[in-house]
């Protein structure tokens, strides 16, 4: 059972390797903000669920916006979402107040977890943090409880380091 689990992290690695170089290529000439969280959202999305098993049924971002900041729904995959998000709520609102990834392998252990879809059981939320601030989230359900990994975790921050570098030179 060793060995297998050594390869399954070793195919997610290389899973999420090739995510980075997609999604590096999908943003390299695009100055445009929701275009490139659409285009990644996409990707993520449609190669998440063409692994055996697929594991997401909503991949998506939420961006820091007005005043009072609240996280507003931004490019996504999936089912309808919840609009806004206040700092602190559910697992998107947490990772933005705690300033870090947050990985829950079955969300109806989470307090305080907003169910945009019902039959989402694991999350994993990865905050775009630029000059020390959140900007937005990278938000990812899955269907299955504990279909979202640490192996996704550490595969998606690149990710989100990719959006993180881009994000000052990017527009609205």
């Not at 195919?11 to 170089?21: D, E, I, P, T």
């Not at 990710?159 to 527009?171: A, D, G, K, Y």
Request: glycine fraction near 10%.
């Amino acid at each position: 059972a060793r060995g297998r689990m050594e390869g399954q992290k070793e195919q997610a690695s290389v899973f999420y390797g090739r995510m980075l170089k997609e999604a590096a290529a999908l943003v390299a000439d695009e100055p445009d903000r929701i275009a490139n969280t659409a285009n990644i959202s996409s990707l993520l999305y449609t190669e998440m669920n063409q692994r055996t098993p697929a594991i997401a049924n909503w991949v998506g971002f939420y961006f820091v916006k007005e005043d009072p900041a609240v996280l507003v729904l931004g490019p996504f995959q999936g089912k309808p979402a919840c609009l806004r998000i206040q700092k602190g709520r559910g697992v998107c609102g947490g990772s933005w107040e705690k300033k870090q990834t947050l990985l829950v392998k079955d969300v109806h252990e989470f307090p305080g977890h907003i169910a945009c879809d019902s039959a989402s059981n694991s999350e994993v939320v990865v905050p775009i943090i630029v000059q020390g601030e959140v900007v937005g989230v990278l938000d990812i359900d899955s269907p299955v409880v504990g279909g979202m990994t640490e192996d996704d975790q550490v595969g998606l921050e690149p990710i989100v380091e990719l959006i993180q570098n881009n994000w000052p030179s990017w527009r609205w």
